[in-house]
Protein backbone atom coordinates (compact mmCIF):
# COMPACT_ATOMS: atom_id res chain seq x y z
CA UNK A 1 0.00 0.00 0.00
CA UNK A 2 1.05 3.24 -0.57
CA UNK A 3 0.74 6.35 1.87
CA UNK A 4 1.20 9.93 1.67
CA UNK A 5 -1.33 12.17 3.36
CA UNK A 6 -1.75 12.33 7.28
CA UNK A 7 1.59 14.58 7.54
CA UNK A 8 3.84 12.43 6.10
CA UNK A 9 7.59 14.13 4.62
CA UNK A 10 7.42 11.73 2.23
CA UNK A 11 5.34 9.08 0.41
CA UNK A 12 5.98 5.65 1.84
CA UNK A 13 5.46 2.13 0.22
CA UNK A 14 4.46 -0.30 3.12
CA UNK A 15 4.81 -4.05 2.19
CA UNK A 16 2.53 -6.51 3.88
CA UNK A 17 3.42 -9.73 5.01
CA UNK A 18 0.17 -11.62 4.25
CA UNK A 19 -2.59 -9.84 1.71
CA UNK A 20 -5.50 -11.77 0.19
CA UNK A 21 -6.22 -12.05 -3.01
CA UNK A 22 -9.33 -10.71 -4.26
CA UNK A 23 -10.97 -13.35 -6.45
CA UNK A 24 -14.29 -14.23 -7.52
CA UNK A 25 -15.58 -17.06 -10.09
CA UNK A 26 -18.63 -16.38 -11.69
CA UNK A 27 -20.94 -18.74 -13.38
CA UNK A 28 -22.07 -17.74 -16.69
CA UNK A 29 -23.18 -20.73 -18.55
CA UNK A 30 -26.25 -20.24 -20.14
CA UNK A 31 -26.39 -16.54 -20.31
CA UNK A 32 -24.62 -13.87 -22.90
CA UNK A 33 -20.86 -15.12 -23.42
CA UNK A 34 -20.14 -12.65 -25.95
CA UNK A 35 -17.06 -10.63 -26.33
CA UNK A 36 -19.08 -7.69 -26.08
CA UNK A 37 -20.24 -8.74 -22.74
CA UNK A 38 -17.22 -9.42 -21.45
CA UNK A 39 -15.60 -6.28 -22.64
CA UNK A 40 -18.46 -4.33 -20.60
CA UNK A 41 -17.95 -6.51 -17.93
CA UNK A 42 -14.33 -5.91 -17.89
CA UNK A 43 -14.99 -2.21 -18.31
CA UNK A 44 -17.26 -1.74 -15.49
CA UNK A 45 -14.47 -3.79 -13.47
CA UNK A 46 -11.87 -1.67 -14.45
CA UNK A 47 -13.67 2.00 -13.61
CA UNK A 48 -13.89 0.64 -9.48
CA UNK A 49 -10.30 1.69 -9.80
CA UNK A 50 -8.08 1.29 -6.48
CA UNK A 51 -7.37 2.81 -3.24
CA UNK A 52 -3.37 3.37 -2.94
CA UNK A 53 -3.84 3.03 1.21
CA UNK A 54 -5.33 -0.42 0.72
CA UNK A 55 -2.73 -3.12 -0.05
CA UNK A 56 -5.08 -5.04 -2.15
CA UNK A 57 -3.97 -3.71 -5.50
CA UNK A 58 -5.37 -6.12 -7.72
CA UNK A 59 -8.15 -8.58 -8.32
CA UNK A 60 -9.18 -11.25 -10.18
CA UNK A 61 -12.29 -12.74 -11.96
CA UNK A 62 -13.03 -16.45 -13.25
CA UNK A 63 -15.74 -16.61 -15.67
CA UNK A 64 -17.12 -19.97 -16.60
CA UNK A 65 -17.79 -19.84 -19.91
CA UNK A 66 -18.41 -23.33 -20.95
CA UNK A 67 -17.76 -26.97 -18.18
CA UNK A 68 -14.17 -26.85 -19.59
CA UNK A 69 -14.43 -23.04 -20.52
CA UNK A 70 -13.10 -19.83 -18.62
CA UNK A 71 -12.21 -16.37 -19.18
CA UNK A 72 -9.89 -15.19 -16.66
CA UNK A 73 -9.84 -10.94 -16.06
CA UNK A 74 -7.14 -9.66 -14.33
CA UNK A 75 -7.14 -5.92 -12.68
CA UNK A 76 -4.01 -4.15 -11.67
CA UNK A 77 -2.88 -1.03 -10.29
CA UNK A 78 0.24 -0.49 -12.32
CA UNK A 79 2.45 0.42 -9.64
CA UNK A 80 2.60 -3.07 -9.07
CA UNK A 81 4.43 -4.08 -11.58
CA UNK A 82 5.82 -3.52 -15.28
CA UNK A 83 5.09 -5.72 -18.12
CA UNK A 84 8.12 -7.93 -18.03
CA UNK A 85 7.10 -8.43 -14.21
CA UNK A 86 3.52 -9.53 -15.38
CA UNK A 87 5.06 -11.93 -17.79
CA UNK A 88 7.36 -13.66 -15.25
CA UNK A 89 4.17 -13.66 -13.21
CA UNK A 90 2.08 -15.54 -14.86
CA UNK A 91 5.29 -17.90 -15.86
CA UNK A 92 5.21 -18.32 -11.76
CA UNK A 93 1.65 -19.01 -11.65
CA UNK A 94 1.65 -21.68 -14.56
CA UNK A 95 4.84 -23.02 -13.04
CA UNK A 96 2.89 -23.75 -9.47
CA UNK A 97 0.24 -24.92 -11.21
CA UNK A 98 2.37 -27.43 -12.69
CA UNK A 99 4.99 -28.76 -10.04
CA UNK A 100 3.39 -27.37 -6.77
CA UNK A 101 6.19 -25.08 -6.77
CA UNK A 102 8.07 -22.00 -8.04
CA UNK A 103 11.80 -22.75 -8.23
CA UNK A 104 14.38 -19.73 -8.46
CA UNK A 105 15.83 -17.17 -6.64
CA UNK A 106 14.33 -13.62 -6.83
CA UNK A 107 16.14 -10.92 -5.55
CA UNK A 108 15.13 -7.87 -3.57
CA UNK A 109 13.15 -4.82 -4.40
CA UNK A 110 14.43 -2.73 -1.63
CA UNK A 111 18.17 -3.75 -3.57
CA UNK A 112 16.91 -1.60 -6.99
CA UNK A 113 15.98 1.26 -4.57
CA UNK A 114 19.58 1.26 -2.71
CA UNK A 115 20.77 1.37 -6.02
CA UNK A 116 19.10 4.06 -7.34
CA UNK A 117 19.71 6.42 -4.46
CA UNK A 118 23.65 5.99 -4.83
CA UNK A 119 23.23 7.22 -8.52
CA UNK A 120 25.07 10.41 -9.92
CA UNK A 121 22.72 13.41 -9.26
CA UNK A 122 24.99 15.34 -10.82
CA UNK A 123 25.98 13.83 -14.07
CA UNK A 124 22.62 13.17 -14.48
CA UNK A 125 21.13 16.58 -13.94
CA UNK A 126 24.52 17.89 -16.76
CA UNK A 127 23.14 15.59 -19.01
CA UNK A 128 19.44 15.82 -19.13
CA UNK A 129 19.65 20.20 -19.01
CA UNK A 130 21.97 19.70 -22.38
CA UNK A 131 19.49 17.49 -24.10
CA UNK A 132 16.48 19.91 -23.19
CA UNK A 133 18.30 22.85 -23.81
CA UNK A 134 16.60 22.76 -27.47
CA UNK A 135 12.99 22.49 -26.08
CA UNK A 136 11.16 25.62 -26.28
CA UNK A 137 8.25 24.46 -25.26
CA UNK A 138 5.85 21.24 -25.00
CA UNK A 139 4.66 18.86 -27.66
CA UNK A 140 0.99 18.78 -26.87
CA UNK A 141 -0.40 16.37 -29.84
CA UNK A 142 -3.73 17.17 -28.01
CA UNK A 143 -3.97 20.99 -28.79
CA UNK A 144 -2.58 20.25 -32.23
CA UNK A 145 -5.84 18.47 -33.59
CA UNK A 146 -8.07 20.65 -35.15
CA UNK A 147 -10.65 20.90 -35.35
CA UNK A 148 -11.21 20.06 -31.56
CA UNK A 149 -13.99 17.58 -30.87
CA UNK A 150 -16.31 19.15 -28.57
CA UNK A 151 -18.17 15.45 -27.21
CA UNK A 152 -18.87 15.70 -23.45
CA UNK A 153 -17.42 12.12 -23.41
CA UNK A 154 -15.44 11.01 -20.23
CA UNK A 155 -12.61 7.95 -19.25
CA UNK A 156 -10.69 6.07 -21.84
CA UNK A 157 -11.22 4.13 -24.66
CA UNK A 158 -8.83 2.47 -26.96
CA UNK A 159 -7.87 0.67 -30.91
CA UNK A 160 -5.77 -1.68 -31.84
CA UNK A 161 -4.04 -2.99 -34.85
CA UNK A 162 -2.42 -6.03 -35.53
CA UNK A 163 -0.13 -6.73 -38.47
CA UNK A 164 0.20 -10.81 -39.70
CA UNK A 165 3.17 -12.57 -39.39
CA UNK A 166 4.09 -12.13 -43.21
CA UNK A 167 4.13 -8.27 -42.69
CA UNK A 168 6.17 -8.14 -39.36
CA UNK A 169 8.83 -10.70 -40.97
CA UNK A 170 9.60 -7.92 -43.89
CA UNK A 171 9.54 -5.28 -41.11
CA UNK A 172 11.78 -6.97 -38.89
CA UNK A 173 14.16 -7.70 -42.06
CA UNK A 174 14.23 -4.00 -42.72
CA UNK A 175 15.06 -3.49 -39.27
CA UNK A 176 17.87 -6.07 -39.47
CA UNK A 177 19.20 -4.35 -42.57
CA UNK A 178 19.78 -1.07 -41.43
CA UNK A 179 20.81 -2.40 -37.91
CA UNK A 180 18.83 -0.40 -35.78
CA UNK A 181 15.50 -2.04 -33.22
CA UNK A 182 11.80 -2.05 -34.39
CA UNK A 183 11.57 0.20 -31.35
CA UNK A 184 14.00 2.67 -32.93
CA UNK A 185 11.65 2.39 -36.37
CA UNK A 186 8.58 2.74 -34.28
CA UNK A 187 10.08 5.89 -32.63
CA UNK A 188 11.27 7.54 -35.73
CA UNK A 189 8.24 7.44 -36.92
CA UNK A 190 5.73 8.74 -34.15
CA UNK A 191 8.48 11.69 -34.03
CA UNK A 192 7.87 12.56 -37.62
CA UNK A 193 4.30 12.69 -36.87
CA UNK A 194 4.29 14.66 -33.97
CA UNK A 195 6.54 16.96 -36.38
CA UNK A 196 3.91 17.07 -38.82
CA UNK A 197 0.77 17.72 -36.73
CA UNK A 198 2.04 20.25 -33.93
CA UNK A 199 4.31 22.41 -36.52
CA UNK A 200 7.61 22.44 -34.30
CA UNK A 201 10.88 21.96 -35.12
CA UNK A 202 12.02 19.93 -31.79
CA UNK A 203 8.94 17.38 -30.77
CA UNK A 204 9.38 15.06 -28.17
CA UNK A 205 7.02 12.15 -26.19
CA UNK A 206 7.91 9.95 -23.42
CA UNK A 207 9.28 6.39 -23.95
CA UNK A 208 9.33 3.77 -21.80
CA UNK A 209 12.58 2.41 -20.82
CA UNK A 210 12.90 -1.22 -18.96
CA UNK A 211 14.73 0.80 -15.82
CA UNK A 212 16.49 -2.79 -14.48
CA UNK A 213 19.96 -2.03 -14.04
CA UNK A 214 22.27 -4.64 -15.56
CA UNK A 215 24.87 -4.71 -12.92
CA UNK A 216 22.57 -5.13 -10.34
CA UNK A 217 22.49 -9.27 -9.70
CA UNK A 218 19.07 -11.34 -10.17
CA UNK A 219 17.37 -8.11 -11.35
CA UNK A 220 15.89 -9.67 -14.57
CA UNK A 221 14.17 -12.06 -12.16
CA UNK A 222 12.51 -10.08 -9.84
CA UNK A 223 8.92 -8.65 -9.85
CA UNK A 224 8.05 -4.99 -9.20
CA UNK A 225 7.80 -1.86 -10.75
CA UNK A 226 11.12 -0.63 -12.28
CA UNK A 227 9.58 0.96 -15.57
CA UNK A 228 10.82 4.75 -15.89
CA UNK A 229 9.47 7.16 -18.91
CA UNK A 230 12.36 9.30 -20.79
CA UNK A 231 11.44 12.32 -22.74
CA UNK A 232 12.61 11.36 -26.11
CA UNK A 233 14.08 14.94 -28.05
CA UNK A 234 14.56 15.51 -31.89
CA UNK A 235 14.48 17.35 -34.76
CA UNK A 236 13.08 15.45 -37.95
CA UNK A 237 14.65 17.09 -40.86
CA UNK A 238 13.30 16.23 -44.57
CA UNK A 239 17.27 17.10 -45.70
CA UNK A 240 18.48 13.65 -44.68
CA UNK A 241 17.56 10.55 -46.15
CA UNK A 242 15.56 7.59 -44.25
CA UNK A 243 18.26 5.32 -43.34
CA UNK A 244 20.48 8.22 -42.22
CA UNK A 245 17.49 9.84 -39.81
CA UNK A 246 16.40 5.96 -37.87
CA UNK A 247 20.56 5.78 -37.04
CA UNK A 248 20.19 9.49 -35.25
CA UNK A 249 17.10 8.18 -33.69
CA UNK A 250 18.94 5.09 -32.73
CA UNK A 251 21.90 6.68 -31.53
CA UNK A 252 19.79 9.19 -29.19
CA UNK A 253 18.64 5.91 -27.32
CA UNK A 254 21.69 4.50 -26.57
CA UNK A 255 22.71 7.89 -25.62
CA UNK A 256 20.06 7.72 -22.96
CA UNK A 257 21.04 4.04 -21.65
CA UNK A 258 23.19 5.73 -19.23
CA UNK A 259 20.68 8.16 -17.77
CA UNK A 260 17.55 6.04 -18.20
CA UNK A 261 16.97 5.82 -14.31
CA UNK A 262 16.69 9.97 -13.42
CA UNK A 263 13.16 10.28 -12.13
CA UNK A 264 10.88 12.26 -14.67
CA UNK A 265 9.98 14.83 -12.20
CA UNK A 266 13.41 15.83 -12.05
CA UNK A 267 13.91 16.08 -15.60
CA UNK A 268 11.02 17.89 -15.72
CA UNK A 269 12.19 20.56 -13.31
CA UNK A 270 15.86 20.95 -14.58
CA UNK A 271 13.78 21.29 -18.36
CA UNK A 272 12.08 24.27 -16.51
CA UNK A 273 9.04 22.99 -16.93
CA UNK A 274 8.06 23.17 -13.29
CA UNK A 275 4.62 21.06 -12.97
CA UNK A 276 3.95 21.06 -16.62
CA UNK A 277 4.92 18.17 -18.56
CA UNK A 278 6.97 18.22 -21.41
CA UNK A 279 5.49 16.28 -23.94
CA UNK A 280 1.67 14.55 -23.94
CA UNK A 281 1.91 11.51 -25.54
CA UNK A 282 4.44 8.36 -24.19
CA UNK A 283 5.18 5.35 -26.29
CA UNK A 284 5.88 1.78 -24.73
CA UNK A 285 7.74 -1.03 -26.57
CA UNK A 286 7.24 -3.98 -25.61
CA UNK A 287 9.23 -7.06 -26.63
CA UNK A 288 7.83 -9.77 -24.29
CA UNK A 289 4.51 -10.91 -25.56
CA UNK A 290 2.17 -12.64 -23.28
CA UNK A 291 0.82 -14.51 -25.40
CA UNK A 292 3.67 -16.41 -26.51
CA UNK A 293 5.16 -17.12 -22.97
CA UNK A 294 1.94 -18.55 -21.98
CA UNK A 295 2.18 -21.01 -25.06
CA UNK A 296 5.96 -21.78 -24.05
CA UNK A 297 5.53 -22.26 -20.25
CA UNK A 298 5.30 -25.62 -18.79
CA UNK A 299 2.90 -28.64 -19.75
CA UNK A 300 -0.30 -27.53 -17.92
CA UNK A 301 -2.80 -29.21 -19.80
CA UNK A 302 -4.24 -25.62 -20.15
CA UNK A 303 -4.87 -24.16 -23.36
CA UNK A 304 -5.17 -20.16 -23.77
CA UNK A 305 -6.78 -17.97 -26.48
CA UNK A 306 -5.74 -14.85 -27.57
CA UNK A 307 -4.91 -11.92 -24.88
CA UNK A 308 -6.59 -8.62 -25.17
CA UNK A 309 -4.85 -5.76 -22.67
CA UNK A 310 -6.25 -2.49 -22.10
CA UNK A 311 -3.65 -0.07 -20.19
CA UNK A 312 -4.32 3.23 -18.76
CA UNK A 313 -1.92 5.81 -18.00
CA UNK A 314 -1.92 9.61 -16.86
CA UNK A 315 -1.38 10.73 -20.49
CA UNK A 316 -3.57 11.78 -23.04
CA UNK A 317 -2.46 9.17 -25.43
CA UNK A 318 -0.46 5.98 -24.96
CA UNK A 319 1.09 4.07 -27.90
CA UNK A 320 1.71 0.61 -26.91
CA UNK A 321 3.58 -1.71 -29.36
CA UNK A 322 4.31 -5.21 -28.68
CA UNK A 323 6.36 -7.01 -31.10
CA UNK A 324 6.50 -11.39 -31.27
CA UNK A 325 6.05 -13.17 -34.40
CA UNK A 326 3.13 -10.95 -34.96
CA UNK A 327 3.26 -6.95 -34.53
CA UNK A 328 0.51 -5.43 -32.55
CA UNK A 329 -0.11 -1.61 -32.34
CA UNK A 330 -2.64 -0.29 -29.61
CA UNK A 331 -3.60 3.55 -28.94
CA UNK A 332 -5.15 3.98 -25.70
CA UNK A 333 -6.90 7.44 -25.67
CA UNK A 334 -8.24 10.08 -22.58
CA UNK A 335 -11.19 10.75 -24.39
CA UNK A 336 -11.56 14.32 -22.60
CA UNK A 337 -8.66 15.43 -24.30
Same mark, same amino acid.
Given at each position: ?36 AIAEFASADRALG ?34 WSSSRLFGEVLQF ?71 ? !? ?36 ? !? ?64 ? $? ?48 ITGRELSLGVSYD? $??
Amino acid at each position: SFHWQDGLAKPLQVVHRHVPLQMQVLDWRGQDCSEAAIAEFASADRALGFDLSEARLQRVTLLQLGDEQYQMIWTSHHILMDGWSSSRLFGEVLQFYSTGQVTGENGRYRDFIAWLQAQDQDAQELFWKARLAVVNEPTALSQAMHPRHSADVTGHDAIYSNWDKAQT !ARLLEFCRDLRITPNTLVQAAWLLLLQRYTGQDHVAFG !ATVAGRPTDLPGVEQQIGLFINTLPVVAAPSPEIGVSQWLQQVQDLNLALREHEHTPLYDIQRWAG $AGAGALFDSILVFENYPMAEALAQGPQTGLKFSAIRRQEQTNYPLTLVAITGRELSLGVSYDQ $AS
